[in-house]
């Protein structure tokens, strides 16, 4: 099997990150959940970075040991 690149997986991060984002802010507008549901169901602000970081990191361990 094929490993697809970093910038693949990350976007696709991304997109599923996103569309969370966007299904909770309709739910709050809908006033299925309130707002601190949608603060408790929501990624930190951060959380694009920190996945990108560690998946820089696994390719790199991955590139450099035998697991």
Same mark, same amino acid.
């Given at each position: 099997?094929? /490993?697809?690149?970093?910038?693949?997986? @990350?976007?696709?991060? $991304? +997109?599923? #990150?996103? /569309?969370?984002? $966007?299904? *909770? *802010?309709?739910? &709050? @507008? !809908?006033?299925?959940? +309130?707002?601190? &549901?949608? *603060?408790? @169901?929501?990624?930190?602000? =951060?959380?694009?970075?920190? #996945? =990108?970081?560690? $998946? !820089?990191? !696994?390719? =790199?361990?991955? /590139?450099? &040991?035998?697991?």
């Amino acid at each position: 099997k094929k /490993n697809p690149p970093p910038r693949f997986v @990350k976007s696709q991060i $991304i +997109n599923e #990150i996103a /569309n969370h984002s $966007i299904k *909770l *802010l309709e739910l &709050e @507008k !809908a006033g299925q959940i +309130n707002s601190s &549901e949608f *603060l408790a @169901k929501s990624f930190p602000a =951060d959380a694009i970075q920190t #996945i =990108d970081k560690a $998946i !820089a990191t !696994a390719f =790199d361990l991955f /590139n450099t &040991e035998e697991l």
